[in-house]
């Protein structure tokens, strides 16, 4: 007997592990990332002042590295816990067929993030640096064992104070204090 699933072409194998990766990478999910950068643009421009390009571009890319880490992190300790076996079809660890690629991919991630991040607060202001590493550090309380607060009912305060107060003040900091030619 035939499964009802394959009746339609739309149910196909590619089509669903398709629908699968398009679920485990939750691109609306991106736009947390890039708010806190938007923000402090917007506001700048809105007070005439000028915008280093490479800053802003910058900040965009090392955000989405940095919540890209954060995510592919949590696949993995949900992995661990096991979590994930049953409810999750589209857990990255799944997809990829194991914890060593996504760890691999994950820690890519962070590199990336954390040398942009560094070289914008090197080229401002050094507090770029230190309120990121204050984000990532609640993006690790949120999902990271042993603490894992996400599950104790803290996960929105600490995800606004990351994705909030701190990444805007440093998108803030990295768009206000780099010299020569900006956006206007």
Not at 125 to 145: A, D, I, K, R, T
Request: glycine fraction near 8%; include cysteine; proline fraction near 5%.
């Amino acid at each position: 007997m035939q499964d009802d699933k394959h009746v339609a072409s739309l149910y196909t194998e590619a089509n669903s592990r398709k629908q699968l990766w398009k679920e485990a990478i939750k691109w609306p999910l991106y736009s947390v990332a890039v708010m806190p950068v938007v923000l402090a643009a917007g506001w700048k421009l809105s007070r005439e002042e000028s915008i280093p390009l490479e800053n802003l571009i910058g900040f965009l890319i090392a955000s989405v590295f940095l919540l890209l880490w954060e995510n592919l992190t949590n696949d993995l300790f949900d992995a661990d816990t096991g979590i994930d076996e049953v409810n999750k079809p589209h857990s990255v660890v799944a997809l990829m067929g194991g914890k060593q690629p996504v760890r691999r991919l994950a820690y890519l991630a962070l590199f990336i993030g954390l040398s942009i991040i560094i070289w914008l607060a090197l080229n401002s202001n050094l507090e770029v640096l230190f309120l990121v590493l204050g984000s990532c550090l609640l993006g690790y309380l949120y999902q990271g064992p042993p603490f894992r607060l996400g599950y104790k009912g803290l996960g929105e305060p600490l995800c606004w104070l990351a994705f909030g107060p701190l990444a805007t003040a440093a998108a803030l900091s990295a768009l206000s204090t780099s010299e020569g030619g900006g956006v206007k």
